[in-house]
């Protein structure tokens, strides 16, 4: 009845970034860099529950009476307030944290607290969660034009730069586990895919709106 009205949550909101990113604002003052090619829903009461599909950079006012969360693939990203990206694609993970701290549900149990300066990837099957440091201004670097990766697994990285590329980048599963380090330019996004795979030596094969990579010795 009538008296329930107060509690009714707003519908959810969908925002979604195509060819270049594109800005959100949330009532509370939180705000959102939404990366090319991603997607969020926002829905709850008080804006605080956000489905992310790709990477996105947040910028939480601190309140301690509320906890942001993040969902994205197979995990909770959660925060109270400070400035993070979070990348995701369904097993696959990497969360950054320029300022603050957040903390993330491992699927299957368990958590990863995440303090300023640390970045967390988790890859692989078993996933397996691996911290390094990050200078703040790394922190989604593609908003400054430039895609930063440190010791990280080729899945994750292909997942990363394919949107900037307009690509989707394909990986054999016999290198998915390769690392790699290494600042890349995105400028129009064209070069991005073949410039990895001349750093890594691998071969670069595009097929339609696809863009496969392998090891060069594997070619046929």
């Known amino acids: 009845g009538w008296n329930r009205l107060p509690f009714t949550a ?19 003052g939180t705000r959102i860099e939404l990366a090319p090619g991603s997607r969020l829903v926002v829905s709850g009461r008080h804006q605080d529950r956000i489905a992310l599909e790709g990477s996105a950079y947040f910028d939480v006012p601190h309140d301690p009476s509320r ?5 994205v693939g197979d995990f909770s990203v959660r925060d109270i307030g400070t400035r993070f990206e979070v990348f995701g694609s369904g097993r696959e993970l ?11 549900d491992l699927p299957g149990g368990g958590n990863a607290r995440i303090a300023q300066g640390q970045r967390l990837v988790v890859a692989g099957r078993p996933a397996v969660a691996e911290y ?12 400054a034009g430039r895609l930063v990766f440190r010791n990280e697994p080729l899945s994750l990285v292909a997942g990363q730069i394919g949107p900037h590329a307009g690509v989707t980048v394909a990986v054999d599963p016999a290198i998915a586990n390769r690392r790699f380090s ?7 996004g064209s070069q991005l895919v073949a410039r990895l795979g001349e750093i890594m030596g691998l071969a670069v094969e595009p097929r339609g709106a696809v863009v496969h990579l392998s090891a060069v010795d594997s070619r046929r």
């Open 10 to 28: 707003p519908a959810p909101q969908e925002y979604q970034a195509l060819a270049a990113a594109r800005s959100v604002a949330l009532a509370d």
């Open 67 to 71: 906890e942001l969360v993040v969902r």
């Open 94 to 104: 990497k969360v950054a944290v320029a300022e603050g701290e957040v903390v993330v």
């Open 132 to 143: 390094a440091s990050i200078a703040t201004e790394d922190v989604a670097g593609w908003r």
């Open 182 to 188: 290494g600042v890349l330019a995105i400028g129009d």
